[in-house]
């Protein structure tokens, strides 16, 4: 007996997300592996299939207005493993490779500070 779900494909297309009135989508980037949450992020359409298109996860970079593919200037690349798209069509899973740390800080992920009985806590330090 076949499983529905494997058997049904749509050609994706990301127009037909939704994205918010900056034409953004946020991108949760979690390391495909571990399933760490390394980092969010935003994309446009463009984004996206520019990371479909060349397996190199490039995201919108709100403050600087320009594309911005991760690892370019570091050299802390985020290769494309898989893109999944949640049930309200509004965010994004990336899951990647990741080389180096994802944070800008130097850390593994950008998720670094925990609250703890009420305090904030440092759980990672940059990495060397």
Known sequence: MSDAAND???RFDP???TF???GLV???AQDAETSEVLMLAWMNAESIARTLRTGRVTYWSRSRQAFWVKGETSGHVQELVDLRI???R???LVL???TGPACHTGRRSCFYTGVRDGHEQE???PQD
């Open 20 to 22: 918010n009135e900056a």
């Open 123 to 125: 759980l990672m330090t």
């Open 26 to 28: 946020p991108a949760i």
């Open 90 to 92: 509004d965010c994004l």
């Open 86 to 88: 949640d049930c309200d």
């Open 8 to 10: 049904t494909k749509v």
């Open 15 to 17: 127009e037909r997300l």
């Open 96 to 98: 990647l490779r990741q």
